[in-house]
């Protein structure tokens, strides 16, 4: 076994150990904690990098080792997965570091750090799952590793909200075990390959599109379509970076990466789309995104209204990929990384606005610019990213989905993504209006002092960061190394010549 | 030397090692738990060399005495009986090394429970080696009352109550197998399973025997709706007696019941439908029961109730698929042995922190015993059959089977039987992450308990990843 | 470092350093309006010193046709914005307590600077947002409540106005063949969303509700640079669409003769000179969307006549900070006179496309736009504080060149022909008899039909939140609750321990056992 074939699995371990280790660590040991935390995080991009090199090289990372009879769990790095692995391991360094200042004197952190970089490693391990199965594996690894986070905070809310969370997403991976056994009893085989395996199986086409309800409503649930969404506000209740977390990066960006993994390299997008599996998938995200947007207005939380935002936007990933057009492909894998940016930067500035004002209602956040003028910023910039304005990344996005959408003759799409940037600035120029243009009120719900500064560094970076980021991948978007570059580097292997 | 080790009698040693270290424990109150852990590690180490002996040179026999089948006693070990045995050594080493830390302030009970649960051990090795119905009852009957006194070692009201409820199922059912066995020899003139696979032909003198000892056996299994001595039972002993009742002694008489069947490969579809029914409805009504408790112990012992169905749902599998299912079956009963005793284990060392077991009060029992409680969600996992446990490799290939075949009844009730263990256990997690509105007071834990049980609980998680290396053992076992 | 990309970035710079340095704070609308005059100042000096040139951005958004263009109409329109954000800043420095934010106009600025240099569709998207969005800050960066009606109804026309133009970049794209700006031949449906897109967001009736209510709530400061959206979807529009839109060119007359006739029916009918000049604006900008069709024609006269006639209605609200006197009749003249020429021209520009018969039905148009300007003009009184009015005087002077400028280059480059500069006469006269005749009194709200909108914008929003809200919602959370009941139900549960309990009798267990064992050895016999 070469070093190639140990890559993957040093990736995997580089968030693993420090979190087994973190979980060991006394409460009060937060110097070396911070540091396994940091040091993993920063590794990981190390490695990322290498690997990223080499893909775009040809090299071949692979590990494999036999799970189930004639079943092998299987570490694949392709472009793909390491555009996922990217994201998770950016915005993991982000939201660390976020997390580290957002939870500081806060009991059990010993705990929350250890979930965290297992539920880290458990995306990274989604990411590069080389077959069904093993997807299958991470994808349950994910539901128990967030559900401590979930809980955190050890309320009864807290212990509802989670209940309804594990209802949810262990319902998706029953119903993703069921397809996936069933499919492997049809082909014999569950291995990830660009363009799909199914069609080479000659399987009666009705079977398959059971098989494809079955997966498709399994990982529907982390992706939050429509019936089966409403774990996601729920889960509200955890602080802000798991929710950061948990709607940027794992657990809903999960399911929606399984959903490109299920069309493109199990069922092949021509394949899926000619025995018609495709055109409902994309109605059904298409209402999920009204629905959700419509939902989202009316709601006074802020961190809920984010929520049935996140609903609402991933389904754009889902919708993109059903389209089932080379543009509409990139649309849809490009906004899965620029949601996760935009979204996360929301998190992290509502987090900062309850932790250092006590604002949690879009009510009370009259003239909160002025006293927090660059958290606000940032927040604006990824509001206006997610009605799909330039020169943020959200543009982008839209752009290549209806772009794509138009190439393949699906005008109704336009429509869609027009409603919904409708309802997005409907329930975001609001907020921005207020926390901008309105007089502050007298006095904070439940201020903290910073030392006169506009709130703790830690927590002041990572939205910015990320914030700068939207802003310029947006603007300069057609630079090479953007993921919009990536992006078009995968789309390119997943059509037929 | 190692020719030596290699011409020792292992499997003889595998049964006389416990017997004799019960009897020095029983000799030498003042050190038994010493005496017990030594005689458990080497318990442990002849059972490993067994499987490597199995594992390289395929089935192993052992005349003791000298003489032949039909006079003579016979040890036989293949691949189901060394993956039996690697089981109960694993389960056992730890249970005693978390007994030994647990009955600490308990002198009395400790004079007692180790030559009980060496004996048990004795007697359980004895089935798993034993080549003939008759010795697989004499086994099978030391293994029962040696149970019953292990439950009744608490000394507790419900203890004892369980415990005499547990005698009366178990002599029952004994009586039932030992009917079947005599009408066996009646019929045939031999008792020696393999000279029985020859000469069984069928007809009423082989469907009445073996009807009679099935009933027996499933009473003793405690298969739906034969349960309801268990969770009395195992709720109420001591929690390593628990884990040992859950994880190990309802699956010999699960093995003794394959065991016949592989022997007899009973032809049509009636009787594995039956099992397979039991079975479904020994998960619904063990899970729903589960959901139901109030206990942290007895929600563990309506679990088992309803894993031990599990292991039925492959007999109506069987037919098309033996091989998937036979040893998704097997491989379950080895996955569910280590994370029920882990469970059980942690469930202890959660009463012996908070002097309770009440779900609602657990209270942040997280916070104060991470370990405890990952053991207790690790081995949850590998119930409810989530990648990569143990648990879920045999619920994979059950359903494989089932699907393959196209029985979409079995596999939903593979899957749903998943979904409702995931729900009990998460409900108890969730509690544990709660605060509670009450006080309780605390006592400490030693770590020994605490990892112990983490340790088990991994162990049954990993099994996920050592099916490739157990499962070909069974090769040629199965029919 | 090229110039043209620093248009765009500088004001932004300014922004930032005014937001950033807290020094500022306490005299901002001061030294903000410095700033202010200073980016203005330089746009002004780049559009009237540098040579042509031109910027291709590559990298720039996805099309990879990104372009920053220094042209007679990007010319044309860096020197209105450069002029009216000048004006706007120099008000800036006198403001005590009023008027916008620097940051917020200089933020403006510079999306109205990048729109006037970009080409190419998603960058001109990008420009025509950002100076749409930094107008919307202007208002709201004002003090008091008064701006809010206004900047709501903008903001949301606004939006869908947004959509529509990403809807023709998108389709312009994806069409074959079709690839902006250089090539015509665009689908009449795009052309038809490209005009609508220009309704809403160019303040044309019927979308004209939050001009004369914006300018009557608003500091003078941004009532001039009220005249910004106006322009700004003018030169987006005529950058998306190069060519004009003959095809359309009847019915965009039909649009624009009717939201003359109602803009001068509904002007006449205010009682103050700011929304008067709402509803001289509103009819400007229809007058220049019957232009529109026409192209932009040889040497870009659309864009200067868009220069003309816009920065002569910018003029206005500093007409009124002026004392009655010779200087303030002379800029007024000078400002009618440059509007009324300027609008025969659009007029006349605007007939080339027209069918012959009808081709002089621009004329009334020009006419009345310049018409409901006199009377604005002339119901202006003269408010503002003694220390304003000296600049004032001079200040009002500005845009009227800009004015004369636009006028006199289009003129110039190509004439029009006589008839052209009748509207001039012809408007200012018929604008002082009408003022003689109709005495200025508020028979009419200002925005007319902008309440009964809101209004019915504000039941359908109440309507659907009692939708989802109560109605789907909680819809959602009944069947949860119905299929939770199924689970732990009371009935349900002591269904089950009376189960439990017959199950755990010692004669079930016996009767089992023999059913058990009776009923396998009947099977296996089988």
């Known amino acids: ?497 | 030397m190692s020719e030596w080790l290699a011409g020792a009698p292992w499997m003889m040693l595998a049964i006389m090692l416990p017997l004799s270290g019960a009897l020095v424990a029983f000799l030498l109150p003042r050190h038994s738990a010493l005496v017990g852990l030594g005689a458990s590690l080497l318990t442990a180490c002849a059972a490993l060399v067994v499987m490597l002996q199995v594992a390289a040179d395929g089935r192993q026999a052992y005349r003791l005495g000298g003489w032949p089948a039909p006079l003579g006693i016979e040890l036989v070990a293949d691949g189901l009986s060394v993956l039996m045995l690697a089981m109960t050594a694993v389960v056992g080493v730890a249970v005693s090394v978390y007994a030994r830390v647990y009955l600490a302030d308990s002198p009395d009970k400790v004079r007692r429970f180790w030559p009980l649960w060496l004996f048990l051990w004795a007697a359980l090795n004895a089935l798993f080696q034993a080549g003939d119905a008759f010795n697989l009852y004499v086994t099978l009957e030391l293994m029962g009352l040696s149970a019953v006194a292990l439950v009744a070692l608490s000394g507790s009201g419900p203890a004892l109550w369980g415990a005499m409820r547990y005698l009366l199922v178990s002599l029952l059912g004994s009586l039932s197998y030992l009917v079947g066995v005599a009408l066996l020899y009646h019929a045939y003139g031999t008792l020696d399973l393999a000279l029985l696979s020859e000469r069984a032909d069928g007809g009423l003198q082989l469907a009445v025997p073996l009807g009679a000892m099935i009933a027996g056996l499933l009473l003793k299994t405690g298969l739906f709706p034969f349960h309801v001595w268990l969770p009395p039972a195992h709720g109420s002993a001591r929690a390593p007696v628990s884990a040992l009742l859950s994880g190990l002694v309802v699956k010999a008489s699960f093995y003794l019941l394959l065991r016949l069947w592989f022997t007899f490969t009973p032809e049509g579809q009636g009787v594995p439908l039956l099992l397979g029914s039991l079975g479904a409805a020994a998960i619904f009504w063990g899970s729903i029961q589960a959901l139901r408790q109030k206990r942290l112990k007895l929600l563990v012992a309506y679990s088992t109730v309803a894993q031990l169905g599990y292991l039925f749902i492959a007999f109506p599998l069987a037919e098309l698929e033996p091989a998937l299912a036979w040893s998704g079956s097997v491989y379950l009963a080895l996955s569910h042995a280590m994370a029920k005793g882990a469970m059980f284990l942690a469930a202890g060392s959660i009463m012996t922190q908070g002097g309770h077991d009440e779900i609602d009060e657990l209270d942040r029992v997280v916070e104060r015993m991470p370990l405890t409680l990952a053991a207790f969600a690790l081995a949850g996992i590998s119930l409810a059959g989530l990648p990569p446990s143990g648990g879920f490799v045999g619920k994979w290939m059950l359903l494989q089977a089932a699907m393959t075949q196209g029985s979409w009844f079995w596999a939903l009730v593979i899957i749903v039987g998943g979904l409702l263990t995931a729900t009990y256990v998460f409900r108890v997690l969730g509690f544990a992450f709660t605060k509670s509105p009450h006080e309780h007071e605390r006592h400490d834990v030693p770590a020994t308990m605490e990892w112990t049980a983490l340790v088990l609980a991994l162990g049954a998680v990993l099994l996920g990843f050592a099916a490739p290396w157990a499962l070909p053992l069974l090769e040629g076992v199965l029919p | 470092m090229n110039l043209l990309i620093v248009l765009p970035l500088l004001p932004l710079a300014a922004a930032a350093w005014l937001a950033i340095s807290p020094r500022f704070v306490p005299v901002a609308p001061v030294a903000g309006g410095w700033v202010v005059a200073l980016c203005a100042t330089f746009t002004i000096a780049v559009a009237a010193l540098v040579a042509p040139d031109r910027l291709a951005l590559p990298m720039v958004f996805v099309q990879g046709n990104a372009a920053l263009v220094l042209d007679a109409t990007a010319r044309a329109a860096l020197l209105l914005f450069g002029g009216l954000w000048l004006m706007a800043g120099l008000l800036l420095t006198r403001a005590r307590d009023e008027g916008p934010g620097a940051v917020m106009v200089l933020i403006a600025l510079s999306g109205a600077n990048s729109l006037a240099l970009a080409q190419g569709g998603s960058l001109v998207y990008a420009g025509m947002v950002a100076a749409g969005y930094g107008f919307y800050g202007v208002i709201a960066s004002e003090q008091g409540n008064a701006w809010r009606r206004a900047a709501r109804a903008f903001v949301v026309l606004l939006v869908i106005s947004d959509l529509l133009v990403f809807e023709l970049i998108l389709s312009a794209t994806v069409k074959p063949g079709v690839v902006m700006p250089e090539a015509g031949g665009m689908p009449a449906s795009l052309l038809v969303i490209g005009l609508l897109a220009l309704v809403l967001r160019g303040g044309i009736p019927p979308a004209h509700g939050w001009l004369p209510t914006l300018l009557a709530a608003v500091s003078p400061a941004t009532a001039v640079l009220a005249v910004a959206p106006v322009a700004a979807a003018l030169f987006g529009t005529m950058k998306l669409l190069p060519d004009g839109a003959p095809v359309l060119a009847l019915g965009s007359l039909a649009l624009a003769l009717a939201g003359v006739a109602w803009s001068l029916l509904a002007g006449l009918c205010q009682g103050s000179a700011r929304a008067t000049l709402g509803y001289a604006l509103a009819a400007t900008a229809a007058l220049l969307l019957l232009a529109l069709p026409a192209g932009p024609g040889q040497a870009m006269q659309l864009a200067w006549l868009a220069l003309g006639l816009l920065a002569a209605t910018a003029s206005l609200p500093l007409v009124a900070l002026q004392r009655a006197g010779w200087k303030r009749d002379l800029a007024v003249a000078a400002a009618l006179l440059a509007h009324g020429l300027a609008g025969g021209y659009a007029a006349a520009h605007a007939a080339s496309v027209l069918p012959a018969g009808i081709s002089l039905l621009g004329l009334p148009v020009a006419v009345a736009a310049t018409l409901l300007l006199t009377v604005a003009a002339r119901r202006s009184r003269f408010l503002a504080p003694a220390d304003r009015a000296a600049e004032a005087a001079y200040l009002a002077f500005a845009p009227v060149i800009f004015s004369l400028v636009g006028t006199g280059v289009a003129w110039t480059a190509s004439w029009p022909g006589l008839s052209a500069a009748a509207a001039a006469p012809l408007g200012i006269t018929a604008g002082l008899v009408a003022y003689r005749l109709l005495p200025a009194s508020a028979r009419m709200e200002p925005g007319d039909l902008l309440l009964a909108v809101e209004r019915a914008s504000a039941g359908a929003l109440h309507g659907g939140r009692v939708l989802c809200v109560n109605g789907l919602g909680a819809a959602r959370d009944r069947l949860e609750a119905g299929l939770l009941a199924l689970w732990d139900g009371q009935r349900w549960s002591a269904r089950v321990r009376w189960l439990d309990l017959r199950l755990r009798a010692w004669p079930a267990t016996c009767l089992f056992m023999l059913t058990v064992a009776l009923a396998a050895a009947l099977l296996l016999l089988q």
């Open chain 1, 1 to 497: 076994m070469s070093f190639n074939t140990w890559l993957p699995v040093l990736l995997l371990c580089s968030s693993l150990v420090p979190g087994l280790i973190i979980f060991m660590l006394p409460e009060r040991a937060t110097a070396l904690r911070t540091t396994l935390n940091l040091g993993g995080a920063v590794l990981k991009i190390v490695l990322l990098v290498l690997m990223m090199i080499g893909v775009f090289h040809g090299v071949d990372y692979e590990f494999r080792v036999p799970l189930v009879p004639g079943l092998d769990f299987v570490l694949h790095a392709d472009a793909l997965s390491l555009m996922f692995v990217n994201l998770s391991a950016v915005l993991w360094l982000a939201t660390t570091f976020y997390a580290i200042g957002y939870l500081e004197n806060s009991p059990n952190r010993s705990r929350f750090f250890g979930y965290f970089s297992l539920c880290v490693t458990a995306t990274v391990g989604l990411a590069m799952a080389g077959n069904l199965l093993t997807f299958l594996v991470f994808y349950e690894a994910l539901t128990l590793t967030t559900y401590p986070l979930v809980v955190h905070r050890g309320t009864e809310v807290a212990r509802k909200a989670g209940r309804t969370y594990l209802a949810y997403t262990l319902l998706g991976g029953v119903l993703l075990l069921t397809g996936t056994v069933w499919l492997y009893s049809l082909t014999g085989t569950l291995e990830f390959i660009d363009r799909g395996f199914v069609a080479q199986a000659g399987v009666d086409p009705a079977v398959l599109r059971m098989v494809f309800l079955l997966l498709i409503l399994g990982v529907g649930v982390k992706a939050a379509l429509l019936p089966l969404h409403a774990w996601l506000p729920q889960a509200m209740v955890a602080p802000a970076p798991v929710s950061a977390l948990l709607h940027a990066v794992a657990v809903v960006k999960a399911g929606a990466f399984g959903v490109v993994r299920i069309i493109y390299d199990v069922f092949g997008i021509e394949f899926a789309a000619s025995i018609g599996v495709t055109l409902p998938l994309a109605i059904l995200a298409a209402a999920t995104i009204i629905y959700a947007s419509l939902r989202a207005l009316f709601q006074d939380d802020l961190k809920r209204r984010l929520a049935f935002s996140t609903v609402s936007q991933v389904s754009y990933i889902t919708l993109g990929v059903a389209i089932a057009g080379p543009i509409a492909t990139i649309g849809g894998l490009v906004h899965l990384v620029h949601q996760g940016f935009m979204k996360i930067t929301l998190f992290f500035c509502a987090g900062n606005y309850a932790e250092t004002l006590g604002v949690h209602k879009v009510s009370e956040m009259a003239g909160i610019g002025r006293r927090m003028p660059w958290t606000t910023a940032a927040f604006t910039v990824a509001a206006l990213g997610m009605i799909g304005l330039p020169p943020t990344v959200g543009f982008v996005s839209k752009w290549y989905l209806g772009l794509g959408a138009l190439e393949v003759g699906q005008h109704w799409v336009v429509f869609v993504l027009a409603g919904s940037s409708l309802l997005n600035a409907a329930y975001f120029l609001p907020i921005l209006r207020t926390a901008w243009f309105d007089a502050p009120p007298a006095e904070w719900p439940e201020e903290r002092d910073y030392g006169g500064k506009e709130t703790a560094w830690l927590l002041l970076l990572p939205p910015l960061a990320t914030a700068a980021a939207t802003l310029v991948w947006g603007l300069l978007a057609s630079m090479p190394g953007t993921p919009l570059d990536w992006v078009q580097f995968i789309a390119a292997r997943k059509y037929a010549p």
